[in-house]
């Protein structure tokens, strides 16, 4: 529920308002906005009889959100969620935020190469994943703690924030260690306990979409997140399974300007895993800048033929060059 409060409503107008809710066993959650003043009420597990509440002093309207995610809408929270990854800042109006490196750190030698390719061309963010969630177990596993080390390194080394994922609660430690961004993958994210998890930490979280999971499953694993308290995450939309079988997901951008309308959290889009081509990333990356995304992730390695995870949607360092000379020209 929401409780939308005059203009001209009084700070003990709001108390009271606050008291009532709590006396309901409920807990008030003061909403900062510029356009107005509101309370949300959390903690119920069903519909709230707001008979005492809706005639008090200096209510405007009271209204019912029935949808199974409320912390992470614009109801609740209507200014843009800015989020901080190092001295990145992502979201609301801000530039586009350009996350880019090899699907897995295979070697120093891979991370720094592929490091220095993507901080050259302008990239902000570096990702290499350490712990990889592959189809099959006879496919690289990824280096672990091992990948993480080589993956700050690089980081390190070209001054860049980085970006991993974990898939399971006992990595959190170590990937907390070395990255900057955590990243929850499709396939974890509606792995719950993962996601509650994450909530209790101060830490940025990249929270890609399910393969087939709806926009409101992916806003309600999202709620689990800023449920624990933490705020600071950004949605990755990631392709989703459909019938087609050309390409490796179906590209969903729909999802971008949608999302911004229901919630105040960034999205970015990951045209490599969407697309599974290289020859597509490109043309659907200056799409999504184009719908509204505020950031992108791509893969990127310094020699895609010997890369040993997601080689045949990766760039190289002319091709990843070449996108972002094309997205100056967007102006993003
Ligand atoms: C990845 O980013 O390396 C990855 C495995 O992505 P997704 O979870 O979107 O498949
Ligand atoms: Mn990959």
Redesign the pocket.
């Known amino acids: 529920m929401l409780i939308v409060m005059d203009h001209a409503a009084t700070a003990a107008q709001i108390a009271a308002v606050n008291e009532s809710v709590e006396k309901m066993g409920l807990r008030p959650e003061a909403i900062p906005g510029s356009q107005r003043t509101a309370i949300g009420v959390l903690g119920n597990q069903g519909y709230i009889d707001d008979s005492a509440i809706r005639n008090l002093a200096g209510v405007r309207e009271v209204i019912h959100v029935s949808k199974p995610y409320k912390l992470v809408s614009r109801d609740f929270h209507p200014d843009s969620t800015i989020v901080k990854v190092g001295k990145v800042e992502l979201g609301g109006d801000l530039p586009v935020v350009m996350m880019a490196g090899p699907?897995?750190v295979e070697s120093e030698a891979q991370m720094l190469a592929s490091a220095c390719i993507v901080k050259q061309a302008g990239a902000d963010i570096l990702?290499g994943?350490a712990f990889?969630?592959r189809t099959g177990p006879h496919s690289f596993q990824g280096l672990g703690v091992e990948g993480l080390k080589l993956l700050r390194q690089a980081g390190d080394e070209v001054g860049m924030p980085v970006v991993t994922?974990v898939m399971r609660i006992g990595q959190l430690d170590d990937v907390c260690r070395y990255a900057d961004l955590i990243?929850i993958?499709?396939?974890?994210m509606q792995n719950f306990d993962l996601l509650k998890e994450v909530g209790k930490l101060k830490f940025p979280v990249l929270l890609?979409?399910g393969?087939s999971a709806t926009i409101e499953e992916f806003l309600a694993a999202a709620e689990y997140i800023l449920a624990e308290g933490n705020g600071q995450v950004i949605l990755?939309e990631?392709?989703i399974r459909t019938f087609e079988t050309a390409t490796r997901n179906t590209l969903d951008l729909t999802v971008v300007p949608l999302v911004q309308q229901m919630s105040h959290l960034p999205i970015i889009v990951?045209p490599?895993?969407a697309t599974g081509r290289r020859d597509l990333v490109p043309i659907m990356a200056k799409a999504a800048v184009v719908s509204g995304a505020q950031g992108l992730?791509i893969?990127v390695h310094n020699d895609p033929a010997q890369a040993l995870?997601?080689g045949a949607q990766s760039l190289d360092g002319a091709g990843f060059t070449q996108l972002m000379l094309d997205l100056r020209q967007l102006k993003f």
């Open positions: 699907c897995s990702r994943g990889k969630p994922e990243q993958g499709a396939r974890n890609k979409r393969m990755c990631r392709g990951d490599s895993h992730m893969e995870c997601d």
